[in-house]
């Protein structure tokens, strides 16, 4: 009979997929269950209520910290998002994470890649428009990090509520063995979703960001009296085409599980979507109907 091992205080880090393997493997036998945060690290009160969350419901949390290169454009910011192994380490040993993975690029990526996943038709606007290649790199380290992870709950934030949309259904397609958990988003006190992103904003620039959050709440209260969806999404469009310092991406209202555009409002079933750039940054941010 295998024993459980001795738990440690601080994060047992692997640095390869088969090291990862090895240290989950004697707590898989010894019936824990097995809880995955996918991050890009730079860890931030969002990401640790993720961890949260998981340790609600699971023994053992790994937090995968990876800036995946599969899912950066050649013009996007791969070369300087915020990196801070240390740090992440620090808050994930703060907040009970058993496992960090932060494997390299080439750990992950053995060249040359032949095989990659993608899910069609629900990322084939919003993000999937403005970043064509993204969501296909998303969804091949996501279904990397399952199969190393193996059998576990998977906890994702619905910051990135297409993202979820789509690691859900590629679960139900590919019938892996996870549990998909999506988790509320965390706000700064004035109603910014936190973002890793965020350090990039200038202080004019992070002054006005605000405004995707209260168009959000704006548009979602029209939502509740008013059926008309293009008044709905007109004024979530309007109320960030007002922000200066905002250039609109795209605004819309959507079903939540098929991501497919409203023709009328459903309250309960849908979700506001909006992105927009200030300055150089993209933010995304997303409210239930
Ligand atoms: P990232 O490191 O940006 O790739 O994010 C890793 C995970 O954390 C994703 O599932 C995100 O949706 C989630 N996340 C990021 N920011 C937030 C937030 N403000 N609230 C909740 N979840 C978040």
Do not use: W
């Not at 899912?71 to 240390?86: K, S, V, W």
């Not at 819309?252 to 309250?267: C, G, H, I, K, R």
Request: with cysteine; hydrophobic share 50%; glycine share 6%.
């Amino acid at each position: 009979m295998s024993k459980t091992p001795i738990i440690t205080k601080s994060p047992i880090i692997a640095r390869s997929g088969p090291a990862l393997r090895r240290t989950l493997d004697p707590f898989r036998r010894a019936r824990q269950t097995i809880a995955l945060v996918p991050t890009m690290g730079a860890l931030h009160a969002g990401h640790l209520e993720l961890v949260r969350q998981a340790r609600r419901r699971a023994r053992r949390v790994v937090v995968s910290i990876f800036v995946n290169p599969l899912q950066f454009a050649a013009t996007e910011d791969l070369g300087t998002y915020p990196r801070d192994l240390d740090g992440d380490l620090a808050l994930a040993d703060g907040c009970g994470v058993a496992h960090v993975f932060a494997p390299t690029v080439a750990e992950m990526y053995p060249e040359p890649l032949l095989t990659t996943v993608s899910v069609a038709d629900i990322t084939a606007r919003f993000e999937g428009a403005s970043r064509p290649e993204h969501f296909a790199g998303v969804a091949t380290v996501v279904a990397k990090l399952f199969a190393i992870a193996g059998p576990c709950r998977a906890y994702f934030g619905e910051k990135d509520f297409q993202q979820l949309a789509m690691v859900r259904r590629m679960v139900a397609d590919l019938s892996m063995p996870v549990e998909v958990v999506g988790c509320p988003i965390v706000r700064d006190h004035d109603g910014l979703a936190l973002s890793s992103r965020n350090v990039y904003l200038s202080e004019a620039q992070r002054a006005a960001a605000p405004v995707l959050h209260r168009s959000l709440l704006a548009a979602a209260e029209l939502a509740a009296g008013e059926a008309d969806v293009h008044v709905v999404r007109g004024a979530l469009a309007d109320g960030v085409a007002a922000e200066r310092e905002a250039v609109l991406d795209y605004a819309d209202l959507v079903d939540a599980a098929t991501l497919q555009p409203a023709t009328s409002v459903v309250p309960g079933t849908q979700r506001l979507l909006v992105a927009a750039r200030f300055g150089t940054t993209r933010l995304l941010d997303n409210l239930a109907v």
